[in-house]
């Protein structure tokens, strides 16, 4: 395997156990993909807005379990 082919590998592993952890492991992947889409059409991720505070500090919290 390539080098880029085992950094994709890698980063949907992580990406896939952000989903476990969230506690999403038996949702409908629909409806994971269509709430992420979701998010991602409201949120400006360059703006330091409330919001992208507030899931950083989830994420954070989530991530020191």
Do not use: P
């Not at 949907?12 to 998010?39: F, H, M, S, Y």
């Amino acid at each position: 395997m390539n080098k880029d082919r085992k950094q994709d590998t890698h980063e949907k592993i992580q990406l896939g156990g952000l989903v476990v952890k969230a506690g999403l492991r038996n949702a409908d992947k629909a409806i994971i993909l269509g709430a992420l889409c979701e998010l991602f059409s409201l949120l400006d991720t360059k703006s330091e807005s409330k919001i992208l505070k507030k899931y950083f500090e989830i994420g954070s919290d989530k991530f020191k379990e």
